[in-house]
């Protein structure tokens, strides 16, 4: 089992920019990909970012490349996720995801486990 928590969220306005955090246990961190998620009020669960188990690949959702940047930490359990230039529409519960290492992928049915959520709100 693997135990993420995301913290990190809150109210910005437009333009601003906020850095989102998931502290994993419970398993090797080294050997997870992990994702970011988000979703919004009446809308489904779409994918933000990726990093794979050594950090060296990335990949981002179009709404988002330029913008936001995910990196991890492997020596403290834990994966980031920058969010510069925000906008409205990128107001939604942000989730952190977690699979045991070989692909990268960006559908949400891949992933094993997930935090809680932590929710980012972007006023104009």
């Known amino acids: 089992q693997v135990q993420l928590v995301e913290s990190g969220g809150g109210l910005v306005q437009a333009g601003g920019s906020l850095r989102l955090s998931c502290a994993a246990s419970?398993?090797?961190?080294?050997?997870?990909?992990m994702g970011w998620f988000r979703q919004a009020p009446g809308k489904e669960r779409e994918f933000v970012a990726v990093?794979?188990?050594?950090?060296?690949?990335?990949y981002y959702a179009d709404s988002v490349k330029g913008r936001f940047t995910i990196s991890r930490d492997n020596a403290k359990n834990t994966v980031y996720l920058q969010m510069n230039s925000l906008k409205p529409e990128d107001t939604a519960l942000y989730y952190c995801?977690?699979?045991?290492?070989?692909?990268?992928?960006?559908?949400?049915?891949?992933?094993?486990?997930w935090g809680q959520g932590t929710q980012v709100t972007v006023s104009s």
């Open positions: 995801a977690a699979k045991p290492r070989s692909s990268i992928p960006a559908t949400a049915a891949a992933y094993d486990y």
């Open positions: 419970g398993r090797t961190f080294s050997s997870l990909v």
């Open positions: 990093v794979s188990w050594t950090g060296g690949s990335t």
